[in-house]
């Protein structure tokens, strides 16, 4: 081999020498390339993951933040404005009033809320007007002449003679409503022949629900009446006793209270409710907080009262009741409403569950599982649900939904006089259009609304709750709303204002009843101050198995077989008329 060509080799090695240690310096560079790469783009995607986290944070701070305005927004309203939930409902009726008239259109009720208002309207009787006779009221009167001495003196000289009189009436207050009965019980004395001695006998006690108390019934009938009705604590009663000069202590107050409701309870309450269970129709039903103080302690250290419930139930037009209950629980809702198993109507809390589930079948028992109750919904709830979207979250859509549902309610008023019957046939040939399209456009924006809020609760409630709100459709005794068990509850929410707490669970379970009779007496027109009076009258004297007959629902044809004079007396002889028949 020639020089030459061993240079050219040298050459060419160091050449591919050169070149691997190219390729090898390349290869690092591309290897450290790669991991700067791989280290970048995780670095990216960890601060896309936290970006996006920020984001849903953002979002979900977002949302809080609306609902805490919404919610804000609420109170305000609520304490600031009104509690009521108001709407102005022309301008519903300007924004939705082609939407609203083409459901009128399909439902076959354009133009008639127009034609039943003009004839209210002629029908309707103008109101008086001037003072009132006060003289008409049937009190009794105390007259007040008055005289001009000048003019007297010409009648006395004959140069003048008095012409009539001209009477204007006003009324007046005086003290001295209290009065004292002294009850003498006849002493008798005579000749015992077989002892041979003289003795005496005295005129045993009448009965007497109130026997060794202070009070008759008249006075225990105005307590109850305070209490119960106009929800005054009897502190303040004992204030009013004292300024009148009659010193009577609370906690005697308290202790005729309890007896008296007792006694209520086991008698004519309870033969209200056996009669109610077994003969009602729809039962209406709510339920409001009370609280109880509780036991004291061995240690005397003070403690905080404990939460207890009132359940009311309005059977019909029949009975109201209230049940007491330690807690509100589907056992307890299950107890109140034992051998009932007709119509319910509550708003959608799940305790009531209970009330609409079959029972379980039992291949051992003779006797098939009892028929569960039947579910009708409430849509002055589900209306408020949209309100409250309205006026907090100002959603269009709510606004709609208001619309309809007052569109619902007002068609509901065009009938509301007339016989089941009729209202039956209305409700299925105009109303039930509306409450179909009502429920259809209801889902249609619940799937085109996924964010939570006001507006998705209310939405979400109607739709789970259209079979129960659709149920007043089935029969024309079925009302729309759950007004009437609200309004009923009013007067524990105004009473437990002032008297704050029951005594104890026995305290709250006699006060029940006292508001189950005093709320029926007026749901009969009754007066419930007199009503308590000749309840307690008449009590001690009337069979066990004919307690019914002194149920508010019946007392006024029960009172007109009762002897006025001796129903009128404090005590004394009281004579049970016979059973009526038929």
Known sequence: MSGRSTRAAAKVAELEAALAQARTALAEERDSFERQRDALTSELASTHARALEAERERDLLRASHERLRQELELIKRRLAVAKAERVDTAQLELEFANKLR????????????????????????????????????????????????????????????????????????????????????????RFDEERGKTTVTTTKRPKDLLDGWLGTASLASHIITRKVGQGMPLFRLEEGFRHEGVPFDRATMARMLEHLGATFGASVVYAMRQDAMVKSFCIATDATGLKIQPEPRADRKRQACKNGHFLVLVADRDHVFFDYLEKETSAAIARSFEGFRGYVQADAKSVYDILYRYGPPDPDAEDPPPEPCREVGCWAHARRKFWEATVAAKSEVAKAGLARIGRIFELERLWAADHVKKRHRMRQAHLRPHVEDFFAWCRRELAATPERGLLRTALNYAVRQDKALSRFLDDGRLVLDNNRSERALRKVAVGRKAWLFAGSDAHAESLSHLFTLESSARLHGLDPEAYFRDLIRVLPHWPRERYLELCPRDWARTRDRINPDELAAELGPLAVPDVVVG
């Open 102 to 189: 083409e459901l009128e259109e399909v439902a076959g009720t354009l133009g008639m809320r127009e034609d039943k208002e003009a004839k209210k309207n002629e029908r309707r009787k103008a109101k008086p007007t001037g003072r009132r006779d006060v003289r008409t009221l049937g009190l009794p009167e105390e007259r007040i002449v008055l005289t001009d001495p000048a003019l007297e003196a010409l009648v006395a000289e004959g140069k003048a003679e008095r012409h009539g009189f001209e009477e204007s009436a006003r009324l007046m207050r005086q003290r001295g409503g209290m009065r004292v009965v002294v009850v003498a019980r006849t002493k008798y004395r």
